[in-house]
């Protein structure tokens, strides 16, 4: 169906959340009608940060939000169903819209598989009523579905439409760019020239896959990487178990900005366990450019002052690779948690694959890796 349809039979007039590449053609529109707008439309740092901006707006409107989320994001907003927006609680109604990565039948990358699996459970457990829009569902039937989840909502509880790959359509443009010149493929290749055989966490989507296509390129063996393939978010605090439990080891971990962002508060705690052997590094493009190129809030983030706040020894920003070289060299050199500040420009080349080995695999290469420093 067309996505500005679903946005007239649904109704309402603000939405926040995190996109998802399923849900693109909902998110073009959004930043097509209203761009990124306090009164109408935010990017959230993850999806149960969405619930709250979502419910501080039913209190001061008292109308209905729409949080759109990958499914993958439903883990962050059990907390505040249950304990914040349920009826037994504060009874605020929302309106979830849901991309339904991994769905049965359909092939996917596996750390959606087990999510894709429980998607429309989880929800229903949490006391959600949902409604499956797929490619062959009919502007009648969301229209019908909506007057009933209306009743619904009116009783302070939540209702969600989980969408199919490709249900959803929007033909408009929206340019997602920044000014920054620096590519962050070639940024992936200079780290790795530089950690040699030092293990690296690479974080969700884009930058896991560009690290592996390089070692491909290279011929290089993947057991000193472990790949985040999902977990938005987490990888910065993977690495930092790595690193405290590994101290005669430089631990690099490489991380995005939408995911940085994500999960904040992990900065907190590294910066106060302050493992001198972890190299911190953020691939800023201020973007979710995984799953479409939406901006996140990077832009007004200032991470040098954050991370030098949360106690990490050193902390720079660097914007082209003659100085990306020099930091990374110190940085492998230096005895003291370090942070590297990478500013890059949105968008990947057409061709890029994913990787080939499986999930399971990486990890037991990567813990022989550390633990035996052999290669199997």
């Known amino acids: 169906m067309r996505v500005e349809k679903l ?3 649904i109704g309402s007039d603000f939405y926040t959340g995190v996109p998802d590449s399923l849900l693109k053609p909902l998110c073009d529109y959004l930043m097509y009608r209203y761009g990124i707008d306090k009164n109408h439309h935010i990017v959230a740092a993850n999806e149960g940060n ?3 901006i979502a419910a501080g707006y039913h209190l001061a409107t008292s109308k209905i939000p729409v ?3 990958q499914n993958s994001g439903e883990g962050n907003v059990i907390n505040p169903l249950a304990s914040l927006v349920n009826d037994k609680v504060y009874a605020i109604p929302i309106i979830f819209i849901i991309g339904w990565r991994g769905e049965p039948g359909v092939h996917d990358e596996p750390q959606h598989v087990y999510q894709g699996i429980v998607t429309e459970k989880l929800m229903n457990d949490m006391d959600v009523s949902t409604f499956v829009i797929g490619k062959d569902t009919s502007d009648e039937e969301v229209t019908k579905k909506m007057e009933s989840f209306r009743k619904i909502l009116a009783n302070g509880k939540q209702v969600a439409f989980i969408i199919k790959k490709g249900a959803v359509e929007f033909d408009g443009e929206v ?3 920044n000014h920054h010149s620096l590519n962050r493929e070639e940024a992936i290749q200079r780290i790795l020239s530089v950690t040699d055989e030092d293990p690296v966490i690479s974080t969700t989507g884009k930058i896991s896959r560009e690290l ?3 070692r491909e390129k290279k011929g ?11 977990s938005m978010g987490h990888c910065s605090s993977i690495a930092l178990g790595v690193a405290l439990n590994r101290p005669e080891r430089k631990i690099w971990c490489i991380d995005g900005d939408g995911a940085a962002i994500m999960h904040m508060g992990a900065m907190t705690v590294i910066g106060a366990n302050h493992p001198s052997n972890l190299v911190h590094i953020v691939i800023n493009n201020e973007a979710h450019d995984t ?3 939406m901006p996140t809030v990077a832009s007004s983030v200032d991470f040098i002052e954050l991370a030098k706040a949360c106690g990490y020894t050193y902390a720079v920003s660097v914007e082209n690779l003659e100085k990306l070289e020099r930091e990374l060299l110190g940085a492998k050199d230096r005895d003291g ?5 990478i500013k890059c420009r949105t968008g990947a080349r057409a061709d890029l694959g994913r990787p080939t080995t499986t999930a399971i695999e990486n990890k037991r290469c990567f813990m022989n890796f550390l633990q035996v420093g052999k290669r199997i």
């Not at 290089?220 to 999902?230: K, M, N, P, Q, S």
């Not at 948690?337 to 500040?341: A, D, N």
């Open 337 to 341: 948690l370090s942070f590297i500040e």
């Open 50 to 52: 969405s619930v709250g």
């Open 67 to 69: 949080v759109y989320m």
């Open 291 to 293: 799953v479409g190129g």
């Open 175 to 177: 340019d997602y760019s």
């Open 220 to 230: 290089e063996a993947h057991d000193r990487d472990f790949l985040t393939v999902g």
């Open 212 to 214: 592996f296509e390089i």
């Open 7 to 9: 946005f007239n039979i």
